[in-house]
C-alpha cells in the first residue's frame, strides 16, 4: 500500500509545490479543495468536478454524521462509494460548524453537545467521536477536534479556546489509533497573536501530525489580518508537513496565502457563487444577472477551455439564470471550478520555475483590469 507522505519539489522564496502521496492517489500542491459538504459538490457531477483539475474533495463531518449518517455510509461502502469519488477526501472534524450553532450548543472539556439543525435531536460531538465518525466515513485526510472562536475576541478568551483545542488534538491523536495509508492534520490555532500561535505550533509538532492546518482564520478578521498571520505562521510548521489553511478563499487571498507557504486551501465560494450568478475570471468577478450581459454573444472568460465558455455565451448564462433554469448553477459553478484549478496550475507552475512573482504581478494586473466592457 501506499504510505501517506509529502514530497516537497520546488520552493520560491516562502511558496512550495509538491505532491502528497495517497493510496487513493497524487495530491499536487498548492492544491484547491472543491467543498463536497453533503457528499456532493453542488451542482456537479464527480467525474466532472475531477475534469477541472481536482485531485481532493472535502467532506463535513458535522453534515454527514446528521444526514443520512455515518454509520450508514459505512454500510453503504464508505463515503467514497457513496459518492462515487474515487481519489482522496478530506473531511473537517465538525468543529467550526458545531461552534456556529450558538445557542444549540453547549461546550464542555468532554466536546460539543447540541441539538441538530435539522430535526432537534441531540449529540455529542467530542474529539473520539469526531474521530469515530471520520473512521466510519473511510476519510483519507482527517482533521483533529477542535474549537474555532469567532473573531474579534479578546486574547484571554482565544488563548483559553487555543489550550483547550490542544488538549482536544491529543484526545484526537490517541482515539486516531495507527491507521496506515489514512492521515491526521492538526490544527493551529491562538487568532492573531504570535505567541498564542507559536504555544499551539509547539503544543502539535510535539504531538506529532502528518499535516498541519493553520484554523482560525476567515472568521471574520479581514485579510489584511489574515495575511498578517500567514507571514509568520506557516514558517511555525514542520516545513516537511502539508500545510493547509482552512475555508479560504477568494482568489487573491489564495493567491497571498501561497505566496505565504500554504499548500492546501478549501472554500464554498465557488460552487455558492455559481449559484448566484457570480463568476470568477481571470479579470475578476462578474455577475451575469447584470442587464448588459442580456445581448451578449462572448464567453463568459475570454480564453477559458471550460465546457461553459467554449459552448455558451453571457447572453445565454444570463436568460437561464434570469429565468431560474437548473444549468445555470450548473455551468456557472464548472466554469468556477475550472478557473480555481486553473489557478493552481499556474501556481505551481510558476514556483517550480522559480517565477511566482512575475505571475502574482501578471494576476493582480488583470483583475485590476476588471470585467470587459460590453459590446
Given at each position: 500500500m501506499t504510505k501517506f507522505g509529502f514530497d516537497l519539489q520546488a520552493v520560491d522564496g516562502a511558496a512550495r509545490t509538491?505532491?502528497?502521496?495517497?493510496?487513493?492517489?497524487?495530491?499536487?500542491?498548492?492544491a484547491f479543495m472543491p467543498v463536497g459538504t453533503a457528499a456532493t459538490v453542488k451542482a456537479m457531477l464527480p467525474e466532472s468536478v475531477r475534469a477541472t483539475g481536482a485531485d481532493i474533495l472535502l467532506g463535513?463531518?458535522?453534515?454527514?454524521?446528521?444526514?443520512?449518517?455515518?454509520?450508514?455510509?459505512?454500510?453503504?461502502?464508505?463515503?467514497?462509494?457513496?459518492?462515487?469519488?474515487?481519489?482522496?477526501?478530506?473531511t473537517d472534524s465538525g468543529g467550526f460548524q458545531v461552534m456556529s450553532l450558538a445557542a444549540l450548543r453547549k461546550l464542555t472539556e468532554e466536546g460539543v453537545r447540541f441539538s441538530s439543525h435539522i430535526d432537534g435531536s441531540k449529540h455529542l460531538l467530542s474529539p473520539e467521536r469526531s474521530m469515530e465518525i471520520q473512521k466510519l466515513l473511510g476519510s483519507d485526510i482527517v482533521m483533529c477536534f477542535d474549537e474555532c472562536p469567532a473573531l474579534p475576541a479578546t486574547d484571554a478568551e482565544v488563548a483559553k479556546s487555543m489550550a483547550l483545542s490542544m488538549r482536544w488534538a491529543q484526545r484526537s491523536r490517541d482515539a486516531f489509533g495507527d491507521r496506515p495509508g489514512h492521515a491526521l492534520f492538526g490544527i493551529?490555532?491562538?487568532?492573531?497573536?504570535?505567541d498564542l500561535r507559536e504555544e499551539s505550533a509547539k503544543a502539535l509538532t510535539a504531538i506529532g501530525f502528518d499535516g498541519y492546518a493553520v484554523g482560525g482564520l476567515a472568521v471574520g478578521e479581514g485579510q489584511e489580518a489574515m495575511f498578517g498571520v500567514l507571514d509568520y505562521a506557516p514558517g511555525m510548521l514542520p516545513a516537511d508537513k502539508p500545510r493547509y489553511l482552512m475555508g479560504v478563499g477568494k482568489p487573491d487571498d489564495i493567491v497571498g496565502a501561497v505566496e505565504r507557504g500554504i499548500d492546501m486551501m478549501d472554500c464554498v465560494l465557488p460552487s455558492r457563487s455559481g449559484r448566484t450568478g457570480q463568476a470568477w475570471t481571470h479579470r475578476g468577478q462578474v455577475n451575469i444577472k447584470n442587464a448588459r450581459h442580456m445581448d451578449d454573444p462572448r464567453p463568459l472568460d475570454e480564453g477559458c477551455g471550460c465546457p461553459c465558455c467554449s459552448n455558451y455565451s453571457r447572453a445565454y448564462l444570463h436568460h437561464v439564470f434570469k429565468s431560474g433554469e437548473i444549468i445555470a448553477s450548473m455551468l456557472l459553478t464548472w466554469h468556477n471550478l475550472h478557473y480555481y484549478q486553473l489557478l493552481m496550475q499556474g501556481l505551481r507552475d510558476a514556483i517550480a520555475h522559480g517565477r511566482l512573482a512575475g505571475f502574482v504581478a501578471e494576476f493582480h494586473a488583470q483583475r485590476a483590469q476588471g470585467d470587459i466592457e460590453p459590446i
Open positions: 509538491g505532491v502528497i502521496h495517497t493510496p487513493r492517489g497524487d495530491i499536487r500542491t498548492p463535513n463531518t458535522y453534515h454527514l454524521m446528521l444526514r443520512p449518517t455515518a454509520e450508514r455510509i459505512a454500510h453503504l461502502g464508505g463515503l467514497h462509494k457513496f459518492m462515487n469519488w474515487e481519489r482522496p477526501i478530506l493551529m490555532q491562538g487568532g492573531v497573536t504570535k
